[in-house]
């Protein structure tokens, strides 16, 4: 079988973590919504994803974006404003990729107060962006303490296995870089076993 090409691997792998994403969104609402209605607190897998896969490949975690708000609103029946919200609100999460710019991937994943901070932007632009577009459907300037707190169980869990992420070779790590480094290995281990 012949290899992969890099878009096709890009693309397979985009693929899966869009398909993780929607089960496990679809879960964590389902569950919030039948088992525990009652919660101030809800717990989302979106921002953790989107911190992953804008490590891997950058701007193409606008996909997973709008696939975390779409499980979401179809988990929650919501309406078709707050399909817009939080779909195309979790975009704004895209703006942690600043960091990308100002210090480089490679520093952003080996240093953890980088990690957390880029986590927590990548966060509180998920709940930016919704709470602005729901200023535009007639929502109160006043909404954005409840975006911000009844989701904050979020922030924390993103923080928590962004960080366990980077422990996990070739997870948190750009995959173009990841895939180079990965051949010079498995170059230099043939190298080593043809000398011996």
Excluded at 37 to 56: A, F, W
Excluded at 65 to 70: H, N, P, Y
Excluded at 149 to 156: A, C, E, G, N, R
Aim: with cysteine; proline share 2%; hydrophobic share 50%.
């Amino acid at each position: 079988m012949d290899k992969l090409s890099f878009k096709q691997y890009r693309t397979i792998d985009l693929a899966i973590m869009a398909l993780i994403l929607f089960a496990f969104e679809m879960i964590t609402a389902t569950a919030a919504i039948k088992w525990f209605p009652g919660e101030l607190y809800t717990l989302s897998p979106t921002v953790t994803m989107l911190c992953i896969v804008m490590m891997r490949w950058g701007g193409f975690a606008a996909l997973h974006a709008v696939v975390g708000g779409a499980a979401f609103c179809i988990a929650s029946g919501a309406s078709p404003q707050q399909f817009v919200m939080y779909c195309f609100g979790n975009c704004l999460a895209l703006l942690a990729m600043l960091f990308f710019r100002t210090h480089g991937k490679g520093k952003v994943r080996g240093n953890t107060l980088l990690t957390m901070a880029f986590t927590v932007l990548a966060y509180a632009g998920a709940q930016l962006g919704r709470w602005l577009l729901g200023l535009l459907f007639g929502g109160s300037l006043d909404s954005v303490v409840i975006f911000f707190t009844t989701d904050s169980l979020s922030l924390l869990f993103a923080i928590v296995i962004v960080l366990i992420s980077r422990r996990l070779d070739g997870l948190f790590e750009d995959q173009r870089e990841y895939l180079v480094r990965t051949e010079d290995e498995r170059a230099r281990a043939r190298n080593k076993s043809y000398y011996e």
